[in-house]
């Protein structure tokens, strides 16, 4: 059996692949048709222009779909591996609740591009990155309360390790961005795809591109680390059926009433 075929692992395994897939083909797209800059250019910037616009667009949604699944199943995880300690089901239940809030905002930073509505897409990166940094902290939390019962602390470091990753890229982009929009470098810049590096603000565009990327790698690592956990879990469906037809009397009753319908409408 290969790695990927125990358990759920294939689960985030596909995540992270067409994650990062979803980044890179679009990104060739527009530098091959010279739609942005080959050096750092914003993930969002090589979803502007068709055709990459449409590459990315399915591709993210897809990826969000897979997220969902990946962040459902880590829950059921915990769920089963601690059916009895309060502490960690509510802070399961509340990274569950964060996680499905950090992909909505995925959602809307795929449909909504910052070309159309700036706004919107500003909204679906501050969910996306910002409440999925929370759903990161939370997971880590919980890997260091089910150590060493449940693993090994090596993973705890592992994952502390990222999200110190992920928080420190946070704020190099918030902070870089928040600099290049204030209007000391020029105005329209958050729509600006072409830049000269002789340009006024060319260095703190380019720290807030590259934290940008760095960000939501730091999050596919992170991802990489359920592989592990997934290898060793499995769900299954269970159909209860309430009845033997799907109508919503008994059949019975119906065959009863059939001959009283026929002579009354003669």
């Known amino acids: 059996m290969w790695w990927f075929q125990q358990g759920l692992c294939f689960l985030p395994s596909a995540l992270v692949i067409w994650t990062a897939a979803s980044f890179i083909f679009p990104y060739i797209t527009a530098i091959f048709l010279r739609h942005v800059d080959p050096l750092v250019p914003y993930i969002s910037d090589t979803g502007i222009m068709p055709p990459e616009r449409c590459l990315f667009g399915i591709m993210l949604n897809i990826s969000t779909s897979l997220c969902i699944a990946t962040m459902y199943v880590r829950y059921k995880q915990v769920c089963a591996l601690n059916p009895e300690k309060n502490k960690i089901a509510k802070l399961n239940k509340t990274g569950l609740i964060l996680g499905v809030i950090s992909c909505f905002g995925m959602c809307l930073i795929t449909n909504f591009q910052k070309s159309a509505m700036y706004s919107v897409h500003v909204l679906g990166a501050s969910l996306t990155f910002g409440i999925g940094a929370f759903y990161l902290l939370i997971q880590t939390i919980l890997s260091y309360m089910m150590q060493p019962d449940i693993h090994g602390k090596e993973i705890f470091w592992i994952r502390l390790t990222l999200l110190l990753w992920c928080v420190s890229s946070l704020l190099s982009m918030a902070i870089s961005t ?89």
């Open 178 to 266: 928040i600099l290049l929009l204030s209007g000391r470098y020029g105005t329209g810049l958050e729509q600006k795809l072409h830049w000269n590096p002789e340009e006024k603000g060319y260095t703190v565009h380019i720290i807030s591109t590259v934290s940008e990327w760095s960000l939501a790698f730091s999050f596919l690592s992170f991802f990489l680390t359920y592989i592990r956990d997934f290898q060793k879990v499995s769900l299954h469906a269970t159909v209860n059926l309430d009845g033997q037809t799907l109508y919503d009397i008994p059949r019975s009753l119906m065959a009863d009433e059939n001959p009283l319908l026929i002579s009354g409408s003669i």
